[in-house]
């Protein structure tokens, strides 16, 4: 499925679940290749300065694959991840 907010989107697999609230999205964050926090914006609480990923507005569609976002996140770290010959 693909998780769109006003922030950016990504695209992740999604479990259906009578656990979570109708009208609720859960995800963790921690995953380098979902990105989750691509959607969540700028906004932190005032006191602990930490970030809103519990009100962030989402809409999920279906989708096929990923977004161009993790296309280029997945090309950036394989050419990180290369070894350079040597001199």
């Known amino acids: 499925m693909k998780i769109a907010s ?7 697999r999604a479990t259906i679940t009578d656990r979570v609230a109708p009208g ?21 609480d005032w006191a602990t300065n930490c970030p809103e990923y519990k009100v962030t507005a989402v809409e999920v569609s279906p989708t096929n694959g990923p977004t161009r976002w993790q296309e280029d996140y997945e090309a950036q770290a394989a050419a990180s991840r290369r070894i350079a010959a040597a001199e």
């Open 6 to 12: 006003r922030a950016g989107e990504t695209s992740l």
């Open 24 to 44: 609720v999205v859960y995800t963790t964050f921690h995953h380098p290749m979902t990105q989750a926090n691509v959607v969540t914006t700028e906004n932190s």
